[in-house]
Each structure stands twice: as C-alpha cells, then as structure tokens.
C-alpha cells in the first residue's frame, strides 16, 4: 500500500524550555511529515534550527486487523456455579421460535371498517390510512382484501346522516337503515363472513351520547336500553352473527339476549364491551368533547372493572371485551383468570393512530412494533383483538407462514 504524502505549515516556536517564556511573536518554520500507515511510529519531518524535543511525532491509526469473530476477552474469572441458564433456549432463531409461547394468526383478528352512505372513500384524517368506505363498493373491495389474508372476522360502524339522528335515535332499528343493508350486502356477497354490529346508541343520537339524555343532563339508562333492544334485533334480523353491546348501560346484555331470544335468534352471539374506560386514546377520532364519565369506567378502577364483567357473564355475554387494549393488559389478565368466556381487546384509533404517527417520523418501526403490540394483547390473555391493524398485520403473517416470530 502506497504511503500517503501531505505538506503542512506547523508553527512551532524555536526555542528551548518551552513554557518559560512568551512565544508570541516567534519566527515559525513549514515542515513536511510522510506518514506510512503500516508503520506509524516512522516520521520524517525536514525541521530547521528546532530542537527536535519539541516535535512530536503524528501517528495514523493503525489498520483493523481482520478477523472471521472478535477475540475473546482474557478475563481472569471462573464460571459461575449455576444450576440454570436460561439463555441457552434463545441461542439460535430455531430454538427462540420453538419456544414462543404466544402466537398471533389472521383468525385473532376482527376488522373494524368505517361505512357511510356515499360511494367514494373518504379519508379519515386522525388515522392515516383508514377510510370511511362507500358501502356498496369500498367495502366490499376491503372485505375481499382482508379475506385474501385470512382475516374473515369484521366489525361495522357507520357514519349516519345528521337528519336522521334524533334524541331518542330511531334510526338504529330502521330495517332499511345503513346497517342492516350493508350486512345483507356483505352476507349475500360473503356468506361464510363473520359479521360484528356495534348495539350502540351514540352514532344514532343528535347529542351524540350514548343514551337519552334528559333536559337537566341525566342518561337515562332504562330508556336507552328499550330502544338498544329493538337496534339488536334489527341487526340480527339482517343477518348479524354477532351484536356488540358497547355502551355501558346497566342491564343492557340481558334485556339484549332477551329480545333476540324471543325473536328467534337464539343463535346469534352478543360480544359485551364490558369494560370500556373513559379513556382519552379514543376520543380525538370522534372530535367530541363529552363527558362519559357517568356510564364507562374510571381507568383507575380494576375491581369495577371485574364487576362489570361479572355482571355481563351472569346476563348472558358470551364474549366480554376490554377497551383500550394497550393501556388495559391487566384487565384482559384480570378477567381471562375469571372466566371461561372467550375474551376480546380492542385496540382503539389512538393507539393505532401513535404507532403510525411514530413509524411515519421514522422513531421506531412501525412493522415490528405492530406486531409487538398484538403479541402482547394475546399474551395478556386475549382471545381476539378488534384492530385497525388487521389487514396490515395479516398481510405480514401470511409471509411469516402465519406465524410472527421475533428474531
């Protein structure tokens, strides 16, 4: 290798005792250093008149050596006497995936897709890369999507029309209305689709709470209920598998099963959001600024929360879900160690909403940090997870052989 070669004005004052006196004002000297980088204790400098104490040699860094693996540090150590070593099921990807304990698949999803009356998708602007789809076209487009990857599970909400929406919401038990055609539009087209309705009050209500509100701003929880049953029966009569009783109205799962039983659809399933925290991850989507406090659940609470499930189980749930799902892993835990029932987690629009705020900023990685998210949703004991990330995650795992293994 050539040595390489560079001429330097250095000012180096000529004198001896250098730091007794001033040099300020010196008479300087240019010299030339070669520099072999293989020997870099070799320096040739051409000085004149200076005392050759004063000049310190310029070393170049020495070339890394090269190496198939690091040398091991001399260390003068014994092993440690351990009776275990954990480490030793994680030494290679082999292993590290044999032993996973928590899986995620396409079938743990359910996939909440956002409807409206018109025909184009409109954008929905907190959550980058959902959309309000058209019911006849965009839906149906996205259904077929999410299909190719194995998710089959989906849940609706619509975007009703301001002029249909009244105090005591009406709308929600129309036949004709948006939600019971779209499920005979998805059942017709999809017949082996599961299909998940919201039982809810708020999308339906010119106040837009979740139950009647009466002049000196009580909800009032038996009068919403009367209407929530009709909405329940509307939707399995257009062929709904399963009604979602989210509003946390007490009663509201068995006045529910009630109806549907003495209307003959003892077969559909009621999933009860029996746990839904007043939580601020959800609120920013629907850009409204209601107090809930008085019908969904403190998040500081978790014995409430246990008793609320409780309630639904005795009334005839047969699925209890959790919201937020992120911030309420020990809830998920909490009833999963109490019941038999299957146990849902919906992961709302906030969290969904940071981890692509995140990715976008490039400060983690939206792909692996998705996935850790609905890891960690299952480990914590839930059974399914209602995500906007459905497609997106089953899209991965479908090139993962359906299984997402961290390596």
């Known amino acids: 290798m050539a040595s390489s070669m560079f001429t330097s004005p250095c000012k180096i004052p000529s004198m001896k005792g250098f730091g007794q006196k001033s040099n300020f004002g010196r008479k300087t000297t240019s010299y030339n250093v070669r520099i072999n980088p293989f020997r870099s204790l070799e320096v040739s400098c051409q000085v004149q008149k200076i005392d050759s104490t004063l000049i310190r040699p310029v070393i170049a860094p020495e070339a890394p050596l090269l190496s198939s693996k690091p040398a091991t540090p001399l260390l003068d150590h014994q092993p440690l006497e351990l009776n275990r070593r954990p480490r030793r099921n994680r030494k290679c990807p082999t292993q ?3 032993f996973q304990e928590t899986n995620v698949s396409p079938a743990n999803f359910i996939y909440p897709l956002f409807i409206h009356e018109g025909e184009v998708d409109i954008p929905i602007r907190a959550m980058p890369g959902r959309y309000m789809l058209g019911w006849r076209h965009g839906l149906i487009e996205e259904v077929a999507r999410a299909r190719d990857v194995g998710v089959n599970s989906i849940m609706l909400y619509p975007k009703v029309p301001e002029v249909l929406k009244s105090p005591t919401g009406e709308e929600a ?6 939600v019971p055609r779209t499920v005979r539009l998805l059942k017709d087209r999809f017949p082996d689709l599961v299909v998940y309705t919201d039982v809810n009050f708020d999308e339906y209500s010119s106040t837009g709470h ?4 009466r002049e000196d701003g009580v909800i009032l929880n038996d009068e919403t209920i009367h209407q929530l049953r009709k909405q329940a029966v509307s939707q399995a009569r257009a062929g709904a598998d399963v009604v979602c009783t989210s509003e946390m109205l007490d009663g509201r799962v068995g006045a529910v ?27 920013r989507f629907r850009k409204v600024a209601l107090d ?6 403190n998040p500081a609470n978790s014995r409430e929360a246990l008793l609320e499930a409780r309630e639904d189980e005795a009334e005839g749930a047969d699925i209890l879900m959790v919201k937020p799902a992120i911030s309420s892993l020990d ?4 009833l999963k160690d109490q019941t038999l029932l299957p146990i849902g987690a919906c992961q709302v629009s906030g ?5 692509k705020a995140a990715g976008h900023l490039n400060m983690i990685d939206e792909e692996k940090v998705m996935m850790e998210s609905l890891i960690c949703i299952r480990r914590a ?4 997870i209602l995500t906007y990330f459905a497609l997106q995650a089953a899209t991965i795992l479908c090139g993962e052989n359906r299984k997402f293994i961290f390596n």
């Open 331 to 334: 809830i998920i835990r909490l």
């Open 292 to 297: 809930k406090k008085t019908y969904q659940i």
């Open 173 to 178: 038990f129309n036949d004709d209305g948006l």
């Open 96 to 98: 590290r995936a044999a």
């Open 381 to 384: 004991g839930a059974d399914l």
């Open 351 to 355: 969290e969904y909403s940071m981890i």
């Open 210 to 213: 979740g139950g009647i509100v």
């Open 257 to 283: 099963r009630a109806a549907l039983d003495a209307e003959g659809f003892q077969h559909v399933s009621i999933m009860s959001y029996s746990v839904k925290y007043t939580s601020s991850l959800y609120g």
